[in-house]
């Protein structure tokens, strides 16, 4: 599984971005997709994820502001945010995850920066 992320760039607080995430390969394995996030000095955390049911789920500082979804067509997801704060500047990756019996497989992108400042 290879994943492509791109949206990020610098916004001002309050403003928008959204995230994108092209998926391909053994895309048909794939369980759950989602966004993490790693700020400066800290570890790298899930912000959002969707399932192949299309269930999502947020952590609460982004609830109300960010949706995650999807495109089955295009085998992409992707992490709309709005109302962005400071707080929220961090390295997005997608994430691709195959839950097996007995084991998990992670598949990651190369990042996308999002900077919130004025």
């Known amino acids: 599984v290879q994943l492509q992320a791109s949206g990020g760039g610098l916004v001002q607080p309050g403003g928008s971005l959204r995230l994108s995430c092209a998926a391909s390969?053994?895309?048909?394995?794939?369980?759950?997709m989602g966004w993490y996030r790693q700020a400066p000095g800290k570890q790298r955390d899930v912000v959002a994820t969707?399932?192949?049911?299309?269930?999502?789920n947020y952590i609460d500082s982004v609830k109300g502001r960010f949706t995650i979804s999807r495109d089955n067509a295009k085998n992409t997801v992707y992490l709309q945010m709005n109302s962005l704060k400071p707080e929220d500047t961090a390295v997005y990756y997608c994430?691709?995850?195959?839950?097996?019996?007995?084991?998990?497989?992670?598949?990651w992108g190369q990042g996308t920066l999002v900077t919130v400042s004025s």
């Open positions: 994430n691709a995850r195959q839950v097996r019996v007995g084991a998990i497989d992670d598949y």
């Open positions: 390969g053994s895309i048909s394995r794939i369980n759950i």
């Open positions: 969707i399932t192949s049911g299309g269930r999502t």
